[in-house]
């Protein structure tokens, strides 16, 4: 069955503390993306990756870091640079780069500090 | 610059009734495509619908229709016969063509669906 895998489902950081959620979809889908999602807002554009090994900053990159060493991850790391990261954190993928394909979302991380 | 609007942050619709969810959005370009998703509390995005620039009919997926009126800028979801499951937050999102990738999404409107 494909999908999208997020894990852990919860994670809690410390004071200083680099973490690192996890994202791989078996979709074989080129383009991968993360979103932050803040109580009752939208959802915000953290990275974005439309292949392997090249990704582009969306609107919030800062404090936040990724890697695509493979089509089928995509993991995000909250550096201790990132002040306020207590947040709802999705990860998405999508066939690229055509518009009319919708964005296939794992159930998301949430992230909190200790 | 791409914008999404969503002014309605709560609504009410009782069972079996029909429910609008509004969406406005602005771009400057022709090619685009405009996307409504589902969030329930679990926290998933589901997506529910999709209708492009050039569609010249109005999309339907089931019990989902999308009210597209192009030179309004606007793309309602219209969901019929409510059902409780329905209440959830809907987000309407839209992706340029000619930029590919980036998609913005709306603030969303949270659905409550009464018995």
């Known amino acids: 069955d494909g999908g999208i895998t997020q894990s852990p489902k919860y994670l809690f950081r410390k004071e200083g503390q680099n973490v690192t959620l996890s994202c791989e979809q078996n979709?074989?889908?080129?383009?991968m993306y993360w979103y932050r999602q803040d109580p009752g807002q939208g959802l915000r554009l953290i990275y974005y990756s439309q292949i392997v090994n090249d990704f582009q900053k969306g609107d919030i990159a800062e404090g936040y870091s990724v890697s695509r060493e493979k089509k089928e991850s995509f993991p995000l790391t909250v550096t201790s640079a990132q002040k306020n990261p207590t947040a709802f954190y999705l990860c998405?993928?999508?066939?690229?780069?055509?518009?009319?394909?919708?964005?296939?979302f794992g159930d998301g991380t949430r992230l909190s500090i200790l | 610059a791409q914008k999404i609007t969503q002014t309605q942050p709560g609504m009410f619709v009782q069972e079996k009734e029909a429910v609008t969810l509004d969406c406005t959005y602005d771009t400057s370009d022709q090619s685009y495509g405009l996307f409504w998703y589902k969030q329930p509390s679990s926290g998933e995005m589901i997506f529910l619908i999709y209708q492009g620039s050039y569609d010249e009919q109005n999309a339907t997926e089931g019990r989902y229709s999308l009210n597209f009126q192009k030179a309004r800028k606007s793309a309602n979801l219209v969901i019929s016969a409510s059902q409780l499951g329905d209440s959830a937050m809907y987000f309407c999102a839209m992706r340029e063509g000619t930029g590919g990738f980036k998609t913005i999404f709306g603030a969303g409107t949270r659905l409550f669906v009464k018995a």
């Open positions: 979709l074989n889908h080129d383009a």
């Open positions: 998405a993928s999508s066939i690229a780069p055509y518009s009319n394909q919708p964005q296939h």
